[in-house]
């Protein structure tokens, strides 16, 4: 069912949002700010595995976007500000001298449904596997199976080649499948 918001104001997308943003249209800059603020955030979160460091990392990373936004090349916007927020976090945990804590934040439900108490303790078991996978790995499976990158958009967004990202995937998914087997 397509609501009546919908159908009267089809959605923009991203690039055209920004272009407007760019040309000086500060509602543009709002409705990307709201597609954003969930994933972002929460991509943050676990990468860091600090709440507060995360929402610093989140506003500094939109901060960068409004003042870079006469610069930007239009090209993938969702690339581009994971892009941002990624070396925003990647500089903080640089900065701390720290890897990330665990921090109990969850995958969005996108199923809409209760969960179950088994699915529940699937999630924070999977949580607690991911925080303790090496920052690399855990950025690369986050990037991939939370918020939808390829590997080639992870590799492009990380400077490092297909075939390195990939290899990264497989080992973190090897490390993840024998923490959980408990070898």
Known sequence: MVSVATAERPQ???ELL????AAGHAEAFDELYGRYEGPLYGFC???LGDADEAADA??????KVIEQR???RAGRFRSWVFTIARNECLDRMRRGGRQARLLELHAPDTTHHVDTAAAI????ELTKLLA????EQREITLLHRY???????IARMTGSSEAATKQKAYRALLTLRQARHGE
Request: aromatic fraction near 18%; charged fraction near 30%; glycine fraction near 2%.
């Open 12 to 14: 923009m997308d991203d």
């Open 18 to 21: 920004m272009a407007r943003f």
């Open 45 to 47: 979160a676990r990468l």
């Open 58 to 63: 989140f506003q500094e990373a939109f901060i």
């Open 70 to 72: 006469a610069s930007y």
């Open 121 to 124: 303790d699937a999630r924070d």
């Open 132 to 135: 303790e996978l090496p920052s």
């Open 147 to 153: 918020h939808g990158f390829s590997y080639a958009e």
